[in-house]
């Protein structure tokens, strides 16, 4: 984290996020307004952990082949091999992902799901580790394609980002006036913390951290109410219960412990569930978020002790 700051001012949480994704085992979904250093955070990370950064930007002409990558002729071997498209990677940045057709969304479904990628019937296993980190912009809508439910379920978290604070700002502006180039990040000097086998360690002594029954009894309550919830149309799968669990066991061993607490769920309760439920259309004409509604389901229900 504060090898990061070096290079990303503010973001803290956003930071944090997607490093308790990486270490679950999941993808992010981060929603932001141009220029709030999406793209950075995610090259940041990569460069950090020794990590492959790829880059694609989503278009409404994008096929999954350019994703994928397609089989290529050789005519000296008289054969076809494989011409790996840009998802072979560790951290794969979906730029704008909805702005690409239902078609090549879902060229993402297996990778993001299995790690692996099938081309002519062919299985393919990706990298390890892989993340997908998918941006898109919550004002423009014009040639945009909403994401399917079934994608926006593989997202662990999806991160709302702002514009930081004034004195945020002004940091950054002191930073490129002294030469700060965000295009140049290996300019920085930044220095390599862990390497892609040390994540998949990190990764296997997550799990050993300590789940009261309680606290799965109240992970579960949480996800069950969001189906029962009058404001809610349609509620978190068992797929969100399972991220709450591995998110908040991550979270544990982050903060030194190995034991999970109430409050380690309820911290990540929104970025998992904000977008796994769909409001009701009177509830969102009130004015009301599926942040609201989650808030008032966590006040609702009797903490574990």
């Known amino acids: 984290m504060a090898e990061a700051g070096?290079?990303?001012?503010?973001?803290?949480?956003?930071?944090?996020?997607?490093?308790?994704?990486?270490?679950?085992?999941?993808?992010?979904?981060?929603?932001?307004?141009?220029?709030?250093?999406?793209?950075?955070?995610?090259?940041?990370?990569?460069?950090?952990?020794?990590?492959?950064?790829?880059?694609v930007q989503f278009t409404p002409d994008l096929m999954p082949s350019d994703i994928l990558g397609t089989s290529v002729f050789d005519l000296g071997s008289s054969q076809f091999h494989l011409k790996k498209g840009p998802i072979f990677t560790n951290f794969l940045l979906a730029d704008e992902i909805n702005r690409a057709p239902a078609k090549t969304q879902a060229a993402l479904l297996e990778a993001m799901e299995e790690r692996q990628v099938t081309l002519d019937g062919t299985r393919y296993v990706l990298p390890e580790p892989f993340i997908t980190i998918a941006?898109?912009?919550?004002?423009?809508?014009?040639?945009?394609?909403?994401?399917?439910?079934?994608?926006?379920?593989?997202?662990?978290?999806?991160?709302?980002?702002?514009?930081?604070?004034?004195q945020d700002e002004e940091e950054i502006l002191r930073r490129y006036h002294v030469g700060f180039?965000?295009?140049?990040?290996?300019?920085?000097?930044?220095?390599?913390?862990?390497?892609?086998a040390d994540v998949s360690a990190l990764r296997h002594e997550c799990q050993s951290v300590a789940v009261d029954p309680g606290i799965i009894g109240y992970i579960t309550a949480i996800v069950r109410e969001t189906r029962s919830s009058r404001d809610i149309r349609l509620g978190a799968s068992p797929r969100a219960a399972i991220a709450l669990l591995l998110g908040a066991k991550v979270v544990a061993a982050l903060d030194g412990r190995d034991y999970v607490l109430p409050d380690d769920v309820k911290r990540l309760a929104l970025p998992t569930l904000r977008h796994r439920v769909v409001l009701k259309p009177e509830v969102e004409l009130e004015g009301m978020s599926a942040d609201m509604v989650i808030d008032g389901i966590l006040s609702s229900l009797e903490v574990p002790r």
């Open 135 to 166: 941006t898109q912009n919550p004002i423009e809508y014009e040639g945009t394609y909403p994401l399917p439910e079934a994608q926006i379920d593989r997202f662990l978290f999806k991160v709302l980002v702002d514009y930081g604070p004034a």
């Open 181 to 196: 180039d965000a295009k140049a990040l290996d300019q920085l000097g930044l220095h390599p913390i862990l390497t892609p």
């Open 6 to 55: 070096r290079a990303v001012v503010g973001q803290e949480e956003t930071i944090e996020l997607l490093l308790v994704a990486l270490l679950a085992g999941g993808h992010v979904l981060i929603e932001g307004v141009p220029g709030t250093a999406k793209t950075l955070m995610a090259k940041t990370l990569s460069l950090l952990l020794q990590a492959q950064f790829t880059r």
